[in-house]
């Protein structure tokens, strides 16, 4: 059992702190909503407060780093600090126990898991697993199992990985391209799925450590994925591999005509380069 570091701790009770008020987060709510910031006279009116109460909340969210403001004109604008919209979902993540306090590159390798390259062989295995994944009823929207072929044309040449273990394939991963605009070129969109047997025992972290690198090694700059907010241990492998919380995405589709959540997380590269986005555009060109 791990224990949040004091220090940590701190940090994140000030900035919850900062929020233990109505005002205050009606407040960061309007900012954050708004087009470019709001100046401190319309938060005032928009809110039904004084403009001296106002700036009094605008300097305890700022204190905390919610908020940044500047002067325009006469006016004091304020804008939203947009990392806390990534940054506030991970702290809670951290301290409800599905992240890690620093966020890793990547778990460490585990004994007794194989990662290789996906070969033509591995198919009837990797769509049975997709199977098990689908049955589950929180890993996917899909109903049925998409043909090899389909896969075979959208999963991302070179990221495309088999776990085994005592020679049977345990897991697959893969990245598609997540847009055909250039501009995205070297973004990702990831998928794990680990087979019912073999749960617990690290194929998923394995699968990860080589998606991540390989990643990295190619020049992909951003990886995400969507998961059901119900699939906690999804949740919880994705951010030991570095991914972060980028916020819900609430009602997004329905499975058997039933409406889901989903989360969105994201793994940004430490450093780009030009082979990833050769890889991707080649295979967007397909």
Not at 131 to 154: C, H, M, N, Q, W
Not at 158 to 170: P, S
Not at 235 to 250: F, I, K, N, P, W
Request: with cysteine; aromatic share 6%.
């Amino acid at each position: 059992m791990t224990t949040l570091p004091a220090d940590a701790a701190g940090d994140y009770a000030e900035c919850f702190a900062a929020l233990a008020d109505p005002t205050r987060v009606r407040l960061l709510h309007a900012v954050a909503t708004s087009n470019g910031g709001l100046a401190v006279g319309d938060l005032a009116e928009r809110l039904g407060i004084s403009q001296s109460t106002c700036s009094h909340h605008v300097r305890k969210l700022a204190s905390a780093r919610f908020v940044h403001v500047s002067k325009v004109g006469t006016s004091t604008r304020v804008t939203v600090n947009e990392a806390c919209c990534t940054g506030l979902p991970h702290m809670a993540d951290v301290v409800m126990g599905v992240a890690g306090a620093v966020r890793p590159c990547c778990p460490d390798d585990v004994p007794g898991v194989t990662v290789r390259a996906l070969t033509d062989a591995d198919w009837p295995d990797v769509r049975r697993i997709y199977r098990e994944g689908i049955d589950t009823g929180i890993a996917t929207f899909e109903t049925t199992v998409p043909a090899s072929a389909r896969l075979a044309a959208k999963w991302l040449p070179g990221h495309r990985w088999v776990a085994e273990i005592d020679g049977a394939v345990a897991g697959w991963t893969a990245v598609t391209p997540a847009s055909g605009r250039d501009c995205y070129r070297g973004v990702g969109e990831t998928s794990v799925y680990v087979a019912s047997e073999h749960r617990g025992r690290g194929v998923g972290k394995a699968l990860l450590r080589r998606q991540v690198t390989a990643a990295d090694a190619d020049g992909l700059w951003t990886l995400q994925t969507s998961v059901f907010t119900e699939n906690r241990a999804s949740l919880s492998l994705h951010h030991q591999a570095g991914y972060r919380t980028v916020g819900v995405r609430e009602r997004i589709a329905r499975r058997d005509g039933v409406w889901h959540d989903t989360v969105l997380l994201e793994r940004r590269a430490s450093v780009s380069s030009t082979a990833g986005e050769v890889l991707l555009a080649a295979n967007v060109a397909r």
